[in-house]
């Protein structure tokens, strides 16, 4: 039995995004996009690339870059809005 575990073997098609979070992600992108490259060195421009729709895929790549869980990218993203 192989113990590595790999990111891509993790089937993400069943998780559905907040309509309030994807509504926030629509509206308000630029100025959310602009604190997460302020705040994580560890972003790049190309990892926030985002069309209305790739939300799911947009929310993986920053979880991945900054290290930290969907509930506490969530909760970092409201934070923005206040």
Do not use: C, H, V
């Not at 113990?3 to 959310?32: A, C, G, V, Y």
């Not at 939300?55 to 979880?63: K, M, P, Q, S």
């Amino acid at each position: 039995m192989n113990s590595i575990f790999q990111f891509n073997d993790i089937d993400m098609s069943d998780r559905t995004i907040d309509p309030e979070l994807k509504e926030k992600l629509t509206r308000n992108w630029e100025k959310i996009r602009r604190r997460l490259l302020e705040d994580f060195s560890t972003l790049r421009r190309e990892d926030l690339d985002f069309l209305p729709g790739g939300e799911e895929a947009l929310l993986g790549r920053i979880e991945r870059r900054i290290g930290k869980s969907r509930q506490e990218l969530e909760t970092l993203i409201n934070n923005y809005e206040e």
